[in-house]
């Protein structure tokens, strides 16, 4: 395959199969002029250039594979509010009243989403209301105390679930008590991704994919130049939304973070009662470990099986790893589970895991690094940034103690990243022998 013909190419993934259309979009190839050049076409560059047209402004928006090529059309599928950090940890950076604004902003984010697929009709569904969180050990008091810090202090309407009702639910005894949140929510990432840029072209925004950017100059009379193989873009405002594929386009942000991967596994249809005697429930579940399980029933009695992370890319018998440990789990379901898709996806991480978003001068924008939990962030992201380009609003501030491109190890940094996660999962092994 040429390198045009691999960059017109998904992955294969589920999601891939599954998508209503998927025609893919001309290459940028001649020089154009647009106000603002959005760089990226994940979930990220997609919410802000929809953002930005939607307010008015004239853009245009260049993706180096496909639209969703990356982790936006490859995860789990989760839309559930919140932040990679996790709030206890931005409790203690920021304080309280800081991270009720970026919750604030969370549950507006995670609004807009259920918002444009109503607006745009964006057929991603289907739509399933309800997220639970499941214990893998047995301390319900801890679960208690987050329940109460989510209620009292962000107004998170989340249940707390006893063991047998989790287990009602989730027929396993690996699982203890757990939560239940009914606004979070699930969907099919691709087909709303694929949604997002139709919206874009409706009101005449320009999207080129199989078109990378590979440098950006200044202009003399003020603005940018976007750089591509075969094409020139003359910009007012440049916005990076390039996550862990940005590389030498800019070094600063290439620096300031590391790559994790994470992987996916959907198996073969399973025989409905099977299924039931395992997993009871539509809802989205995830578990309390810091290298943890996220998975849920598809429409056609599928599972996908989301887990682990590491450094080193996709192993080859990943679909056997993946089938494992959903075996640890659920063992009723020995003999009656064939994985049809296995695939990894690699997640853009700050030190401080929260995603990085500002200028590093004027119009040149970041919005990038959402890391493992990004959904919700990334509509976040493209919301503040547009609205900062389009209508000078300044709630993209609330990221400033997260904006410093710190030097993120560099060349060390995915030794760095699988040291720590060689560390949580001892911890979570711990966890088990204490249960
Ligand atoms: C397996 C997996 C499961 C996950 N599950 C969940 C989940 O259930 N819920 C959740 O909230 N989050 C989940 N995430 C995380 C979430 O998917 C990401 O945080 C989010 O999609 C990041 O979006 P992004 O736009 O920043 O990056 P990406 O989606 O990676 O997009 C970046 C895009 O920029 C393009 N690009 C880069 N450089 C250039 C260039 N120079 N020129 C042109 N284009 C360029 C790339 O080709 C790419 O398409 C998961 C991720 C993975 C991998």
New binding site residues.
Partial sequence: MSDLEQAQHYLKTYYRDTLHTNVARKPLVADIETDICV???????LSTALGLVEKGKNTTL????RIG????G?????V?KGYAAGYSQLVKKVGLEHTKQLHKLATHGRSLIKKRIDQYDIDCGPVVQGVLGVSWNNHPQSVKDYIKFMRNDLNAPLEFWSTEKIRDLCKTERYYDGFYSPEDYQFHPLNYIHGLANAIESYKGQIFES???IKITDRSDGGYIVHTPQGQIKCNQVVL??????DD?NKKLKYASFPVY???MVTKPIDKERLDAAINTDYAIFDNRYAQD?YRRLPDNRILW?GRVSVTGVPENLAQIMTRDLLKVYPQLKGHVEPEYAW?????YAPHKMPQIGQLKPGYWYN?C???????P?SVGGDVVSSAIAEGDERYKLFEPFSKLWFAGGPFSPYIAQSVYYLWRARDVLISMNR
């Fill in positions: 760089i990226g076409g994940g979930l990220a560059g260049i993706e180096a594979n090529w990356g982790a936006s490859r995860n789990g599928g989760f559930a078109t990378k950017a939304c390039c996550s862990i594929y940005v386009l994470t992987y996916v996220y989301g990894g996806g690699e997640l853009c990038t959402f890391g493992g939990h990004g959904l919700v990334t």
